[in-house]
């Protein structure tokens, strides 16, 4: 296994952090689902017993129970071993109480006295003015002062610019950012990242691999990276992308196989699996996969929200977003899991009642409406 400086914190941490967000799942005989947990203990064991040295989860990861499967699968000997990352989101934080009350609750399931690394969870913009009035820091600094947490971070889902306000509003320990072949451009940007490796933050890469789509190669794709010289799996390309980037401190994957683990294992552990590992020639080939992959988007949405709002609360892009995920990858799972949580907040596309407002106002001339319920045929049923 490689490891890496954890910024400012005076420790390394495995180069691949084990993501606690896609743990193994089994379905109970009422047809919901659950943790398969002899089975997610088998993974974050074997993951802590060959070099993972780091594991990621959150207050609300598989409806609250990661955090208590991943306590009960590293309790004791492997506890000391390993820094663990945990998350409250700010929907939770009611008041200060309750913000010591939910980590009080988070130590308990998590089997310990104090957490490595706790994180504001998904800082996006339009709560990032309320957690600076609210003064979340302060509880936190708190926490910190009592010991019962080492460093504190954020996590962070949306643009730079909101990104470069939240990093120099405080001396963050780290931070965690959605970053991927694709994204290139996207969320933080590759700008972010080079922020964060400015101010000495750790940065920790979520959705390396985009949810799991970029494990898979459409016949586009592949073609791309069966004209190579160089072997590897489309996985394999994918972190190399993020490994190759020196800001970076750790790429977090969500495993839900032995099989998936063994080989994130045998990724990163390669002698060359380092800061700089892409040549010059690697560069234009994934830049090449990128626009295979690309070339695969079926609704032509820009993201640019001209037909937003919608009077039913429809998120038309974020609708649009996730179909042409599954499209891109041939592969719905991870897609449809988030439409489920757009779905519970009242977003998804069966609310669209075909007003036909939106329509005129998209400058890419979608027929939303249509689109919309194509949209939905693929992205419903996910039970969680
Ligand atoms: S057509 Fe549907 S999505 Fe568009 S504005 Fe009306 S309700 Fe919303
Ligand atoms: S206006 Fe059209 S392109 Fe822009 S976000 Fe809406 S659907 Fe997408």
């Known amino acids: 296994m490689q490891y890496r400086d954890y910024g400012r914190e005076g420790y390394q941490v495995s ?41 990621d989860t959150a207050f609300g990861y598989h409806g609250g129970d990661s955090e208590r499967v991943v306590g009960e699968a590293l309790e004791g000997e492997r506890r000391k071993r390993v820094h663990i990352a945990t998350k409250q989101p700010f929907a939770a934080m009611t008041d200060a109480s309750t913000i010591r009350r939910n980590l009080e609750n988070t130590l308990k399931k998590l ?92 940065l920790v890469i979520m959705e390396p691999l985009r949810g799991g789509g970029l494990a898979s190669a459409p016949s586009q794709v592949q073609a791309v990276y069966d004209g190579y010289p160089v072997r590897r799996s489309a996985a394999e390309w994918a972190f190399r992308y993020m490994i190759d980037q020196p800001q970076v401190s750790c790429i977090l994957s969500g495993v839900t196989t032995l099989d998936q683990l063994k080989d994130n294992l045998r990724i990163f552990s390669a002698p060359d699996a380092v800061p700089g590992c892409l040549s010059e020639q690697d560069r234009r080939l994934l830049q090449r ?25 429809v998120a038309i892009p974020a609708v649009f977003q996730r179909y042409n995920a599954g499209e891109m990858f041939q592969d719905y799972n991870n897609p449809r899991r988030s439409y489920l949580f757009l779905k519970r907040a009242g977003k998804d596309a069966s609310r669209c009642v075909a007003c036909g407002a939106c329509q005129q106002k998209c400058p890419q001339h979608i027929p939303i409406i249509e689109s919309l319920k194509t949209a939905h045929a693929k992205l419903d049923g996910w039970r969680e």
């Not at 931070?175 to 922020?195: F, H, P, Y």
Request: a negative charge; aromatic letters at 12%.
């Open 15 to 55: 180069t691949f952090g084990m993501g606690c967000m896609r743990l193994p799942r089994r379905e109970r005989p009422d047809g919901t689902v659950e943790v398969d947990r002899e089975k997610a203990y088998e993974l974050l064991r074997y993951a802590a017993d060959h070099g993972v040295n780091y594991f």
């Open 289 to 313: 996969a990128k626009a295979a992959y690309e070339s695969r988007v079926t609704i032509p949405c820009t993201g640019c929200e001209y037909c937003l709002p919608c009077p039913q609360g």
């Open 111 to 202: 089997r310990t006295d104090y957490l490595d690394v706790y994180l504001i969870h998904n800082i996006q913009a339009p709560a990032w003015p309320e957690i600076q009035r609210r003064d979340i820091l302060n509880e936190y600094e708190k926490f910190k002062q009592e010991g019962l947490i080492r460093a504190i971070g954020f996590s962070y889902h949306g643009g730079l610019d909101t990104f470069r306000q939240v990093l120099s509003y405080y001396p963050w320990a780290m931070c965690q950012v959605q970053q991927n072949l694709l994204d290139s451009a996207k969320e933080v940007t590759e700008e972010g990242v080079r922020l964060a490796g400015e101010k000495g933050c750790a």
